[in-house]
């Protein structure tokens, strides 16, 4: 059974920082690219972060600067750092995987609270 489990999400404050971490069991994690979605209130889910084939890494221009992706392959577990929150980063992340070994699957975990607000 395939698992992506968020967590790190929370309250913090304009200017914070936060780091979600993204578990991940039941895929051969080599075989996916991985990355990070998030979705605010009202508004359409959209790519925040994600590993290219290439192996390198895509950011939205919204956080170009300020998010870092990285990965840990002994853990299977993919981290999103995230510095300098702003109101307008608030949304529900969601870890996503796509890849495999033969056909091409796609993943997505339950999600995760970030709520930037003083």
């Known amino acids: 059974q395939v698992q992506l489990v968020e967590s790190g999400g929370g309250l913090v404050q304009p200017g914070g920082s936060l780091t979600l971490s993204c578990a991940t069991s039941?895929?051969?994690?080599?075989?996916?690219?991985m990355g990070w979605y998030r979705q605010a209130p009202g508004k359409e889910r959209e790519l925040v972060a994600s590993?290219?084939?290439?192996?390198?890494?895509n950011y939205a221009d919204s956080v170009k600067g300020r998010f870092t992706l990285s990965k840990d392959g002994d853990k299977h577990t993919v981290y999103l750092q995230m510095n300098s929150l702003k109101a307008e980063d608030t949304a529900v992340y969601y870890c996503?995987?796509?890849?495999?070994?033969?056909?091409?699957?796609?993943?997505w975990g339950k999600g995760t609270l970030v709520t930037v607000s003083s």
């Open positions: 039941g895929i051969i994690f080599t075989f996916y690219n």
């Open positions: 996503h995987a796509e890849g495999g070994v033969v056909h091409t699957n796609t993943y």
């Open positions: 590993f290219t084939s290439a192996g390198s890494t």
